[in-house]
C-alpha cells in the first residue's frame, strides 16, 4: 500500500488482522486431529476450491455480524466479507485479477508482482495497479501457496504452483531477486471457448483456415507448436487436440500440471504425466513400450523430452503433438538434435534428418508489438525429407503480414511425401481437400515471397549412418 492507502483503509486491515487472531485463537483450542482437517480445508481455499472458499467467507460473515464490524473495504474487493478472506486466506490484493471483478481484469492474461506493485497486462499494456501487497503479506502468501504443494520447499528461491481455476505462479525469491523485489507471475486462460471458431473471433487464426485444420487433424499429421513465451502455444495445442478423436489412446507428458487434460476431454483415454529431465529418462523406456495411439509433449525444453518425441515419432505413431519455444521452423531440428547430441551423443545430422523425417507440420506464434494481448499464427510450415536426394527443407505454407492484418498463402506441397506409411483411398482423398482448400486460399491471398528454406546446418557428407 502507499502511505494514503494506509491510512484510508487502516480500519478495513485492522479488521484484517482482527479476523487473522480470531482464526489463530480458534486454532490453538482445536485439537490435532481436528487441526489436520481445518489445515486440509485451508490449503483448499487457498487454492480457489469454491466450497472452502465459501466456508471461510461464511465465518467471516458470521464475524462481521456478531460485532457489528463496518468500515470503508477497498475499491478492488467487493464486500468486506470478500476482503477480509483473501487478505487473510487467499490472494490479497490479487484476488480481483484471478476472480475477474472487472472487464478489464477479466480479459488480462498475466499479472506480475514486484516488491509490493501490482502490474496487469491490460490492452497489451503493463499497467501499474493501485493495490500494493506488503512485505510480510507477500511472505504469508508465498508461505500459503506452498502448503498446497509439499514437494516445493520455502527456502527454495524458486517455485512453480496451480491454483484450482488453472492459474499458474511463478515464485522468485531470496538470492534469487534483490531485496525487497520478490516477484511472483501469475498468468491464466481468458478464452471461454477452446475452439478454433474463438480463436478466429478473437484474431489469433485466420477464420478461413478452420476447414483446412480440421481436415490436417484428420489425416493425424505429427505437429510442433513454436513461438515465444505468452504467445499462444499452449492455448492452440487444446485447441487442436480437442478436436482429435477421443476413442484413440493418448500419452499426455509435461513438465508442470498445466493442462488438465481429463476436464478438457473427459471421455478420452489420455494418460498424464508430469515428468522432465531425470525424471523422464527413468521412465523412457517404459514410455516407449506404451501402447498408445499418440503422445503430447507440453513445452518440450530438454534433451529428455526431445529425445523422446524423436523415439515415438520414429515407430512410426502419428497424431502426436509438442509445444516449444523456438524462433521458427528452421532453427527447431537443429535445436533437438544438438540438445540430444550433447546429452546423449550421436550423429548430428542423423538427428536433424530425424526431426525432418518424424514431424510434418509446424505451427509459429508470436505477440504483436504494439499490443501484446493479441496472438497472431505468425507462419505454418512444412518440413520435407527427401531420402533420394538426402536433402531437408522447410516449405513456408502461410505467412502473417502484420502491415495488411491478414494471412498468405502458398499451395502446391506434395503432401503424400510427408507420410511415408502409404495411402490408402480415404487418406489420398484428404490430401485433395488439403490441396484445394490451400489453392483456394492462395487465390484469394497469394504467398508472393520466398516459400522453400534450405536449412545451411544439414550436410549430408557428415551423416553416418547409425544401425537401428
Known amino acids: 500500500m502507499t502511505g494514503g492507502q494506509e491510512e484510508r483503509y487502516e480500519g478495513f486491515y485492522q479488521l484484517c488482522r482482527m479476523a487473522d487472531n480470531l482464526f489463530e485463537e480458534d486454532w490453538r483450542d482445536t485439537d490435532e486431529l481436528a487441526k489436520a482437517r481445518k489445515l486440509e480445508k485451508e490449503k483448499r481455499a487457498i487454492m480457489g476450491y469454491e466450497k472452502e472458499r465459501m466456508f471461510f467467507q461464511s465465518r467471516i460473515g458470521d464475524m462481521i455480524r456478531e460485532r457489528g464490524w463496518h468500515t470503508e473495504v477497498p475499491p478492488w474487493y467487493g464486500s468486506l466479507e470478500e476482503g477480509i478472506f483473501h487478505e487473510v486466506y487467499g490472494l490479497a490484493g490479487l484476488a480481483p485479477w484471478a476472480y475477474d471483478r472487472t472487464e478489464e481484469y477479466r480479459k488480462s492474461s498475466s499479472a506480475k508482482l514486484i516488491g509490493d506493485r501490482l502490474y496487469c497486462l491490460i490492452d497489451g499494456v503493463s499497467q501499474l495497479q493501485p493495490q500494493r501487497i506488503p512485505a510480510e503479506r507477500r511472505e504469508q502468501l508465498k508461505r500459503a501457496l506452498l502448503l498446497a504443494t509439499p514437494r516445493e ?7 512453480e504452483v496451480y491454483l484450482h481455476n488453472g492459474i499458474r505462479i511463478t515464485i522468485y525469491s531470496g538470492e ?13 486462460y481468458i478464452m471461454e471457448e477452446l475452439s478454433f471458431e474463438e480463436l478466429a473471433a478473437l484474431g489469433t487464426i485466420p477464420a478461413e483456415a478452420i476447414p483446412l485444420f480440421r481436415s490436417m487433424i484428420r489425416v493425424g499429421f505429427n505437429i510442433l507448436i513454436t513461438g515465444p513465451v505468452r504467445s499462444g502455444k499452449t492455448t492452440f495445442l487444446q485447441v487442436w487436440q480437442k478436436q482429435e478423436d477421443p476413442t484413440l489412446e493418448g ?31 527413468v521412465i523412457f523406456k517404459s514410455l516407449l513400450r506404451g501402447d498408445n495411439d499418440y503422445i503430447l509433449l507440453e513445452e518440450m525444453r530438454d534433451a529428455a523430452a526431445y529425445r523422446l518425441a524423436l523415439e515415438i515419432t520414429s515407430t512410426g505413431t502419428m497424431r502426436c503433438k ?81 502491415a495488411e492484418d491478414r494471412w498468405h498463402w502458398k499451395a502446391g506441397l506434395p503432401w503424400h511425401s510427408l507420410y511415408d506409411g ?47
Request: net charge negative; proline share 6%; charged share 30%.
Open 176 to 188: 534469487r531477486t534483490k531485496n525487497g523485489q520478490d516477484v511472483m507471475v501469475f498468468r491464466k
Open 251 to 281: 500419452l499426455a507428458v509435461s513438465t508442470d500440471p498445466e493442462t488438465p487434460w481429463h476436464d478438457l476431454m473427459p471421455q478420452a483415454p489420455v494418460m498424464q504425466l508430469v515428468a522432465d529431465g531425470k525424471e523422464l529418462e
Open 322 to 402: 509438442a509445444t516449444i519455444h523456438s524462433s521458427g521452423a528452421v532453427q527447431i531440428p537443429y535445436k533437438m538434435a544438438s540438445a540430444i547430441c550433447e546429452t546423449y551423443g550421436g550423429n548430428l545430422q542423423n538427428l536433424v534428418a530425424r526431426v525432418f523425417q518424424n514431424f510434418h507440420l509446424v505451427f509459429l506464434f508470436r505477440q504483436l508489438p504494439g499490443d501484446r494481448s493479441q496472438k497472431r499464427l505468425a507462419e505454418i510450415s512444412a518440413y520435407r525429407y527427401d531420402e533420394e536426394a538426402d536433402q531437408v527443407s522447410v516449405h513456408v505454407l502461410c505467412r502473417y503480414i502484420p
Open 153 to 159: 520447499r520455502l527456502e527454495e528461491g524458486f517455485h
Open 422 to 468: 502409404g495411402m490408402d483411398r480415404w487418406e489420398e482423398k484428404e490430401w485433395e481437400n488439403m490441396e484445394n482448400i490451400l489453392k483456394k486460399l492462395e487465390q484469394r491471398n497469394p504467398l508472393m515471397e520466398k516459400t522453400t528454406i534450405y536449412p545451411r546446418y544439414y550436410r549430408p557428407t557428415e551423416r553416418r549412418e547409425i544401425p537401428e
